[in-house]
Each structure stands twice: as C-alpha cells, then as structure tokens.
C-alpha cells in the first residue's frame, strides 16, 4: 500500500528504523556521487518531506525530526514541510549532527547511508556523537528505500561520446594527464566518483540527471593511463564501446564496491569532497592505503582549452538571440496580466527550443515575479505559481545545454505600464555598477575569487545595502553549471573555492543583486572567461572577457549615478549585443532589439 501522506511515510521510515534497532537516521539531499542535482530514485528527502529545494537535510529521531535548510530556503521550506511533523533548523548556525547529539539520549544508534554522505561529514559526526555517548552506524540498504513502493528506478538512458571537436581534448590525452599525476605523486590509482568529472575524463555525457548531461558511473583511473568505467550494462551501446576504446574496461556499476575492495597494497587517491564515505570503507575494508587528495581532474577541466572557450561563445550567442526573443516577448505580454510564472518560463524554453540544438536547461529556472524577485533560489511549481502583476518587476534566471557550451543568464526587468519606483531604480543602478566595477576589472595571477568579491558589493555596501549569495560560481563545458573550484565570494564564507586562484581560461558568473523580502528582487548575470589581461603591467595580468549577450533594462537605470567608465560600458557592452544578435533577428525582434541597444 502506497503511503500518500508526509505523516505516514515519517512514520512508516520510524517503524522500519525499529525494525533495524536504529533510534534515528539521516537524510540527505544527495547520490552516490555527491551530486548537486540528483535523480528521481535518489529524491528520498522530497519523497519523505516535501522539500523541494536542492540543498538541505532531515534527521529523524523516535520521538521528534527536523530541516535543516539554510537562509535561501527559509520560506520554501516552511511552505513545503509540514511544521507539526518537523521543526525548522537553520544552517549553519545548527547542523543534523549537532542537533542530533543534543536530542538523541545516550546509548542511542543512530543510522546513516554511507554512499550519500562525505567522509568529513561522516568522520565530524562520530567525534561528536562520541562525546554524548551516541554510535553512528553504516545502514545495510537505505530504509527509506524499503519503505517507498513506487520509487523510479536509476536512469537507464544510453552513455553518448562527446565529439573531440566540442572537448578540444581526447580522452586518451586526458587520461595520460591523469596517469603522469598519479606516477609523478606514486600513486597506483585514483577513484573518479564525481558524475561531471567522469564525463570530462571520457569525453562522455548522459541523461540521467536534469540538467547536468551526465551518465551514473564511477572511474578507477589507473597510473598506466588505463582505466575502469564502472556503468550499467544497458546503458552501454556499440558507439560508447568504440569511443571509449581498448584501454577503458567496462564493468558493471555494481562491480564498483568490490573493486574497491580488491585493491590491497595499492596506493589509491581519493578526493574527500567529491567521494562518499562508503568509498573509503570499502578501500579501507580491502586493505588500499588511501591518500585523500584533490580529485586530479577539477583544475583541467576548470580551465577551458580554445575549443571550449569557442564553443562556449557560439552558445552564447544562439542562447542571447533566444532570451532577446523572450524579452520582446514579454514586454508585450505581461503588461496585459495574462502571464504567470510558469508560463513565462514555458515561453522562454520555447524560444531556446526554437533553435534545435538545446539539449536541456543548465537548471530549473528561476521565474519570479514581484515578492518571489526577492528569493535568490525560488523556484517556480504548480503551488506557487503566481501571475507577474503589470507595473513590478521581473527576475528570470535561466541557462541552456548545448554540445558546445553551458549558458546561465539573469536579468531583470520591469513589466509595465507605468515606472519604477526610485528607490527600484538606484537599487539596480548600484547593482549595475558593482557587475561592471567587477567585468572591468584587471589582477595580477594567483589572485583568488573571494579578493575579487568586494568589488561586486562597494557600490552596494556604500548605499547601505548588500546580498546574502556569492558574486560567482564557475560553470563547465557542455556539464554542470556550478563547477568549481573556482568561486567569487566572501572569504571564509560557507561555500569553497573562494580562495583559489583564478588561472586564465576559467569561465565564471558575475551576478550581483539586491533583494527587498517581501517586495521586489534585482539581480544581473553574465558570464565571463578569465584572459590576459592587455595592458602593460609588472608581471602577468588577468581581466575578463564577458561572454553573455542580451540587452539590460534601461528603464531600471539612473544615468546620473553612472560614471563616464561606466556609461562608456553600456554603451560598448550593447554595441556588442547589436553586432553579435542583430544576424540572428528579423522583424519586430529586430527593432526592439536595436531600440534596447541604442546609446545610453
């Protein structure tokens, strides 16, 4: 019998939970990969509380439970989770551990599934619990899994190769990188778990997760410059066999934790923020010296050779005609009150569809009007879905998968008729000047992302005002759209990658907001390549070459708080616009577009 109700699932997951003697149990967001989006057979926190954000956690006690999200889901998860069944706990002032160790009564077992959590977490948790006299145990199968009847199965969509001509790179060459790494540190091998990272490896992609193309599977890279690919068989086709070649064995995924198990006396790397814990039970279990280092395949494929620089530019400027079509579009439309949320998201799929070459969005857009402007992460569904009232503003935050490139894209704009307020007005000009003081500007090599970040907020923090998100995440090729290591942050903020250094060929968002709860929400996103800088300099500079297209909002633009710099930047940045979409419209498209690009 299916159970249709939050309360009963809780209740049927305590009852399992007694069953396996366990007094509790952790519930992440997460795979087995550790991944930022998530299939449907691993959505087991949405399936058991109704939290539909992509980044929080449930622990589950006998007698009480508790979310455990942070500030860009305060409201969400109040509006998905029913408060009588889970108290509200906010990260990272609390954490599940903690409040486990406050809650749980000594002697109590807690339960946890070793394939969907990290080793650091895993590790802090049982030197907490250890001081309240609490034991953390690896669960023998997931009891949730036991209990939810109609859980989807794991994708089974064929594994593609993706062209050399779009990767600029073999994957043979790649794999001889990795290989010289492993020879050079002495190192036997190394456990590739991360899904994006298995699919730069093998110049792979997949559908098995939304919007990240890529296949559920594991590597074991080896210092020879072979490899094991760890896959369903059914997802193995003729082509995939061909592509990958003799030096790339391909197991069953299921053959994974006993190929772990296999490699006593071998020296393996393993990469503690991308692999879950049971990885290194299993390497430990086998009798593997295990040395955790960073996973040898983010840096490269952080920095992107020509091809991927090129393809990411022709994507852009495919992508850049679609939300111009968009926009038009909209500022027809909305101003009569006959368009929602959901419906403007819809169209604007639609526009990017239009071309043929879209693969997926790089995420679930963000379509949010008036109040829901004012949520940095809102998501748009069927519940909350609102009308986008004519005379307020607008938010869309959205991004495209192409075979040459990953797009994302904010803008902001106000739907008619009438005007912004003031107060709008000089909210978005501050904006505007902190994403251009950080497009324009130049830094030596070795600079970090968090030195970067005031630069985005001066503006802001000089009017009194600031944003609770990072300034800028790095986004990958054809993969996933929040790609590190690279970020632009506060320093020593809850999010890594802030203090690595920025190396030419790195792609970033320049994204700055503001946010008024309750009201109306403003936010300006491009994305940038990290280049040689082009000045004379002592020592070697870098700056940024923007990469998105599409016009800005004039009417939410005070000419008189701008800079002769700044206004020389509208001006040229549009100019831009003009040459690089005016080829690709015709019509009514074609005259609004030379309309938003004239002079400011």
Same mark, same amino acid.
């Given at each position: 019998?299916l ?79 029913d ?7 906010d990260?990272?002032?609390?954490s ?69 001509e ?29 899904l ?36 369903a ?21 299921s ?12 020296s ?17 279990a086998?009798g ?27 994507a ?28 403007a ?28 402007a ?41 739907v ?5 307020? @003031? !107060?709008?007005?000089?909210? =978005?000009?501050?904006?505007? $000047?902190?994403?251009?003081? &950080?497009?324009? +500007?130049?830094?030596p %090599? ?36 929040h ?45 940038v ?18 990469l ?10 005070d ?5 002769? @710099? !700044?206004?020389?930047?509208? =001006?040229?940045?549009?100019? $831009?616009?003009?040459?690089? &979409?005016?080829? +690709?419209?015709?019509? %009514? ?12």
């Amino acid at each position: 019998m299916l159970m249709q109700t939050y309360e009963a699932r809780l209740d049927g997951l305590r009852k399992e939970l007694g069953k396996r003697g366990l007094d509790g149990f952790v519930i992440p967001i997460s795979d087995e990969h550790m991944s930022e989006y998530v299939g449907s057979y691993a959505q087991r926190l949405k399936w058991l509380t109704g939290f539909g954000g992509s980044a929080g956690s449930a622990a589950v006690l006998k007698d009480k439970a508790a979310m455990f999200t942070d500030g860009r889901y305060t409201v969400q998860v109040r509006e998905q989770v029913d408060g009588k069944l889970y108290d509200y706990e906010d990260v990272p002032a609390t954490s599940p551990a903690r409040w486990i160790a406050a809650n749980a009564p000594a002697g109590a077992t807690i339960g946890y599934d070793a394939w969907l959590h990290g080793i650091g977490w895993t590790e802090e948790a049982e030197k907490l619990f250890a001081k309240k006299g609490i034991a953390l145990v690896p669960v023998d199968g997931n009891p949730i899994d036991a209990i939810w009847d109609d859980r989807p199965e794991a994708s089974l969509a064929a594994a593609v190769p993706h062209a050399d001509e779009h990767a600029g790179r073999s994957s043979a060459d790649k794999r001889a990188e990795i290989a010289d790494w492993l020879k050079n540190e002495g190192y036997d091998a190394t456990v590739i778990s991360a899904l994006d990272s298995v699919a730069w490896l093998l110049n792979m992609r997949g559908t098995d997760v939304d919007n990240t193309p890529v296949a559920l599977s594991y590597v074991l890279a080896h210092s020879d410059g072979t490899a094991e690919l760890f896959i369903a068989p059914d997802k193995v086709t003729p082509e995939l066999t061909k592509h990958l070649g003799n030096a790339v064995t391909v197991r069953e995924r299921s053959a994974f934790e006993p190929a772990l198990a296999n490699l006593k006396g071998t020296s393996v790397a393993v990469d503690p923020k991308h692999a879950v814990a049971g990885i290194f039970h299993a390497l430990e279990a086998g009798g593997a010296t295990i040395v955790r280092e960073a996973d040898p395949t983010v840096l490269p494929k952080a920095i992107k050779n020509p091809a991927e620089q090129q393809g990411q530019r022709d994507a852009q400027a495919r992508d850049g005609a679609a939300v111009s079509r968009f926009l038009r579009w909209l500022s027809i439309e909305a101003p009569k009150g006959g368009v929602d949320e959901l419906a403007a998201a819809a169209k604007l799929r639609e526009f990017r569809e239009a071309g043929g070459v879209l693969k997926d969005a790089s995420f679930d857009t963000i379509s949010a009007a008036g109040p829901h402007a004012a949520l940095p992460h809102y998501k748009v569904d069927e519940d909350s879905n609102i009308p986008i009232p004519p005379s307020s503003i607008y938010l869309v935050d959205s991004g495209g998968q192409y075979l040459d490139g990953t797009t994302d894209i904010t803008r902001t704009v106000w739907v008619g008729p009438g005007e912004p307020s @003031a !107060e709008m007005i000089e909210r =978005n000009t501050r904006v505007l $000047k902190g994403h251009i003081q &950080l497009d324009m +500007q130049k830094f030596p %090599e070795r600079t970090t992302g968090g030195a970067l970040d005031a630069l985005a907020r001066m503006h802001l923090w000089n009017g009194g005002v600031d944003y609770g998100h990072g300034t800028g995440h790095g986004v990958g090729s054809y993969l996933s759209v929040h790609e590190g290591p690279q970020r632009i942050s506060k320093p020593g903020g809850a999010f890594p990658g802030t203090e690595t250094e920025l190396r030419e060929g790195m792609i970033l968002s320049n994204e700055p907001g503001y946010y008024k709860a309750g009201h109306y929400g403003i936010r300006i996103e491009n994305l940038v390549l990290v280049v040689p800088a082009g000045i004379e300099s002592e020592g070697d500079y870098l700056g940024f070459e923007t990469l998105t297209f599409v016009p800005l909002d004039r009417k939410l633009v005070d000419k008189d708080l701008l800079s002769p @710099a !700044e206004i020389g930047w509208w =001006n040229d940045y549009h100019a $831009k616009v003009w040459n690089i &979409l005016s080829p +690709q419209l015709e019509g %009514e498209d074609l005259a609004w577009l030379e309309t938003e690009c004239a002079p400011l």
